[in-house]
């Protein structure tokens, strides 16, 4: 059986996560903390398959930094998916700084998305769990969930959200050919438009020249959509 905590002051929006992840996956175990402490005393004590946590909890603002430094601490590589009323914005410098998976921003997500986002994070932890490595063909980059579910360039960790990872694994499973508008927006889970599409592919460039300045290998075309130059 895979456990789930679920790290989250109010306990109504608690409560509602947890009514999503069991009507997701039925078969989970779900545990619930609302505070710093007891989150990290579990942390210490139990071994979690996925975390879903708030960066704020109560008074504390910093609550969730601690919780997944604790969760990289013990070395678990546990997925986390920070579900927070922080600007989305921010959210590639909240992954970055503290190893989370993906993150949804309050308010602004419905609960088909966080079901879709939770179970491919599901898929990945199990896939962890398995001990089963996925790595690209192309020495360059590495697609492999065992290490935290992000890609890796050139042996540098590439912090980009699942959405985003979706839409480069598209890309380089067929590089050097276009990927339509139309077939990426079967990869994503909202906003199927083209303006969507460009902002994660713009994303997807910025995370690459942070560890590589001279990236180019995902091209425009004019109207038709993206290609991984091979």
Do not use: C
């Not at 398959?49 to 969760?71: P, Q, T, Y």
């Not at 410098?93 to 949804?104: E, R, S, V």
């Not at 921003?105 to 994070?121: A, C, G, R, S």
């Amino acid at each position: 059986m895979y456990k789930v905590a679920i790290i989250e002051d109010d306990e109504p929006t608690s409560g509602q996560i947890r009514g999503w992840v069991l009507s997701a996956a039925p078969d989970v175990e779900v545990a619930q903390w609302f505070t710093r402490d007891e989150a990290e005393e579990a942390i210490a004590h139990e071994d979690y398959d996925l975390v879903v946590l708030d960066i704020e909890l109560g008074r504390d603002r910093h609550a969730g930094v601690a919780i997944i430094n604790a969760i990289n601490k013990v070395g678990s590589g546990t997925p986390v998916l920070v579900v927070s009323a922080m600007p989305a914005a921010i959210y590639r410098g909240i992954m970055k700084a503290l190893d989370a998976w993906d993150y949804l921003q309050k308010t602004t997500f419905e609960e088909q998305e966080f079901i879709e986002t939770f179970l491919d994070m599901l898929r990945a932890a199990k896939t962890r769990r398995q001990g089963v490595e996925n790595t690209g063909a192309d020495e360059e980059l590495s697609i492999d969930p065992l290490r935290q579910g992000v890609p890796f360039w050139r042996g540098k960790r590439v912090n980009v959200p699942l959405t985003a990872q979706r839409i480069l694994a598209a890309l380089f499973e067929r590089r050097g050919e276009v990927v339509s508008y139309d077939e990426l927006f079967a990869v994503v889970k909202s906003g199927r438009n083209r303006e969507n599409i460009r902002k994660h592919v713009s994303i997807l460039r910025e995370a690459f020249r942070e560890i590589d300045e001279h990236f180019d290998y995902i091209e425009n075309v004019p109207m038709r959509g993206f290609r991984w130059a091979s």
